[in-house]
């Protein structure tokens, strides 16, 4: 047995499934999880020394590929002053007045330890601004482990059967209304439904978590009048997209000005970080000026603040997101080529440097068009990548990150892998 199937078996018997959390587990590609030793740049190293080129960037936070160097210094200097206080401390400022310039709706902003306390927040707190009770959400789109936003979801819940989770009570969702994604007429009946009690529309404006697929036809902005006309919030959840595909999301490519925004992922740097914010007229109404309780013994730690820090201003500096631009283009030509050498017409989507190839030849737009996509095909196709040394996602509907750290040479051995296993699959 190799390390990593050592290490499996002993995670099994003490950790459910052997991992913890379900979207690193192989079942879905009928398999076993490699362990990973160590990671830097573009790379990972797994427990038997085996190198791979990674294109999950820790789902998301590795924008400047892994254990970058000015992150790392900025982590065993803050280390060196303490690990937490539970007291405020300046890079806690420093950290939201940096996320109030980078994110243009956001006027003031509370730090929490992941997406889903963002999102979970954001919602309790668009429900005691409103004084309203139902949201709506998109059917795919996924906010975390959330009760009330664990209907219809994406991400590991899709990938493994189980989009409306058990142990979510039917009285926990019944606020909660889907609806399918890019679909004016549902959201427009939903309104009309139950327009005077719906508190919020949360959505990824670029949904990514059950393949990656885009709004059509100013979705967005239909979904900013539309709420705006009932006075409900606009909540996007930029978890995945924030500080990613721009300086300030999705939000600042499309000009959408919503009124709550979810972060996390990169601006933790790797560490444990969530964050929303949105009008302030709105964030007072937390505690302890405003009556929507919301806390965290850890929230604003200064290890996790400066790690966060360190990241947003490697961004900042220079031509960050011209470069993830660069080398996305450079990979979507080359795998646009070698599906069309390889005599077909696969769907492939990106933004940046997030990306998503779909087997299947239709468009795709919302969940449905998603699953269109052939799990046969993706199965063999994911081993043949792994086996080259490039590590996807072992699930068709996850999205792919590009680092800073990913060079022309790592793009290009990518490519090619990309032709071979599209030719193996025959
Ligand atoms: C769009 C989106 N929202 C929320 C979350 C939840 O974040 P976390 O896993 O940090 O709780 C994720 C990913 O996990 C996400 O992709
Ligand atoms: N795109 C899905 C995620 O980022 C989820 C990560 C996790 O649940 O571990």
């Not at 003490?14 to 879905?28: H, K, L």
């Not at 990824?204 to 885009?214: R, S, T």
């Not at 806390?295 to 470069?323: F, I």
Request: hydrophobic share 40%; charged share 20%.
């Amino acid at each position: 047995m190799n390390q990593s199937a050592q290490l499996f078996s002993r995670a099994r018997a003490v950790i459910p499934g052997g991992v913890n959390s379900p979207v690193r587990a192989f079942r879905n590609v009928d398999g076993d999880p490699f362990f990973v030793q160590s990671a830097k740049g573009a790379y990972i190293t797994d427990a038997d020394g085996r190198q791979l080129i990674d294109y999950i960037g820790t789902w998301g936070p590795a924008i400047l590929g892994h254990a970058p160097e000015p992150v790392l210094n900025a982590v065993h200097a803050a280390v060196n002053r303490g690990l937490g206080y539970g007291i405020p401390a300046p890079s806690e400022v420093d950290m939201a007045e940096m996320i109030v310039r980078m994110v243009p709706s956001v006027e003031k902003v509370r730090m929490v330890n992941s997406g889903t306390e963002a999102t979970m927040s954001a919602i309790r707190l668009a429900r005691g601004y409103t004084g309203r009770r139902k949201i709506i959400k998109f059917i795919g789109c996924y906010h975390g482990h959330v009760d009330s936003l664990l209907v219809a979801a994406g991400s590991g819940a899709l990938t493994f059967g189980e989009p409306d989770s058990a142990g979510v009570p039917r009285e926990m969702t019944q606020l909660t209304i889907t609806v399918p994604y890019n679909d004016r007429e549902a959201v427009k009946k939903a309104f009309e439904l139950h327009g005077r009690d719906i508190a919020a529309v949360i959505l990824e404006p670029f949904p990514a978590n059950a393949g990656l697929y885009f709004p059509q036809n100013g979705f967005l902005h239909f979904l900013r009048k539309i709420t705006r006309q009932y006075d409900s919030l606009l909540i996007f959840d930029e978890v995945m997209t924030g500080f990613r595909v721009a300086p300030g999301g999705v939000q600042q490519l499309h000009g959408i000005t919503p009124d709550l925004t979810c972060m996390g992922k990169v601006i933790g740097g790797g560490l444990p970080v969530g964050a929303f914010g949105g009008r302030a007229e709105i964030m007072d109404c937390l505690s302890p000026l405003g009556s929507v309780y919301q806390a965290g013994t850890l929230s604003g730690n200064p290890v996790a603040m400066a790690a966060g820090l360190a990241q947003l201003r490697e961004l900042l500096e220079g031509n960050a997101y011209d470069r993830l631009e660069q080398l996305g283009a450079r990979l979507e030509a080359g795998i646009r080529e070698a599906i069309r050498k390889h005599g077909r017409n696969y769907t492939f989507h990106r933004a940046g440097s997030m990306f998503c190839l779909f087997f299947t030849e239709e468009e795709v737009y919302d969940l449905d068009t998603a699953q269109k996509a052939s799990k046969a095909l993706f199965k063999p196709f994911f081993w043949n990548m792994l086996e080259q040394g490039v590590y996807f996602a072992p699930s068709p509907y996850e999205t792919g990150f590009i680092s800073l750290a990913h060079t022309e040479e790592d793009i290009d051995r990518t490519v090619e892998a990309v032709h071979a296993s599209l030719s193996r699959l025959g």
